[in-house]
């Protein structure tokens, strides 16, 4: 019988020890992998090994052990999570906001003004909070989006053929060769520069599908703000990803 069906199937991670704590890793094997590859999500603080087809799970314990230090410090860098929950606070367009309850009945989450602090005023029973600011900030994220949308399809004579938000780790925007932009509803966090900068962004991948020095004219003549929104991204992006 071939060695290969012998082999036990690989877990679905490793754990190894430092200080006392248990860091637990994902394990992914992948064919087209050379070599044995560690990281860790500076966005979910999920580690991740990465091993070629032949590549016993014993060396990939011991390689794990070894970096547990590198491991445990770049997790000591993922920001703290900040759940939907009352009493949280999470930007608004850049700006704070925090979760307060109105009361039980269910309603409409509302941004109002407490002593002049900005709310987002929820009235539903406390489980279902986190829900309700979710599908708020995406209903305000998608229509930030179509407003934005709509002024640069004037202006550049195309619109997309279909718009859609996601929950990306990856990328904040992507546009498609058949014209379908995708957006993460992360971007409702930001200030609204930055938003407005991946609307001309993607909108110009419209006419210009690559990231040549015509494209980035056609942005930078969409969008002033491209420099300031790519750095704020830069600065601040991943730090978007702890909300929620």
Known sequence: MPLALLRRPDPDHLEVQHEGASLRIALRRRPTARRITL???AATGEAVITLPSRTAI????RFAASHAEWIAARLARVPTRVLFELGASLPLRGEPHRISQRGTRSGPV???S???EAVLSVSCDAAHVARRV????AREAKRDLTGAIERYAARLGQRPVRVTLRDTRSRWGSCTARGELNFSWRLILAPPMVLDYLVAHEMAHL???N???RFWALVQALCPNTDAAEAW???HGTGLHRYG
């Open 110 to 112: 509302r941004i109002e």
């Open 233 to 235: 991204l830069k600065r």
């Open 211 to 213: 990231h040549s020095p």
């Open 114 to 116: 407490v002593e002049g």
């Open 207 to 209: 006419r210009e599908m």
């Open 134 to 137: 979710r599908d708020f900030l």
């Open 39 to 41: 990281r860790v999500s």
């Open 58 to 61: 014993n060396t990939a314990q």
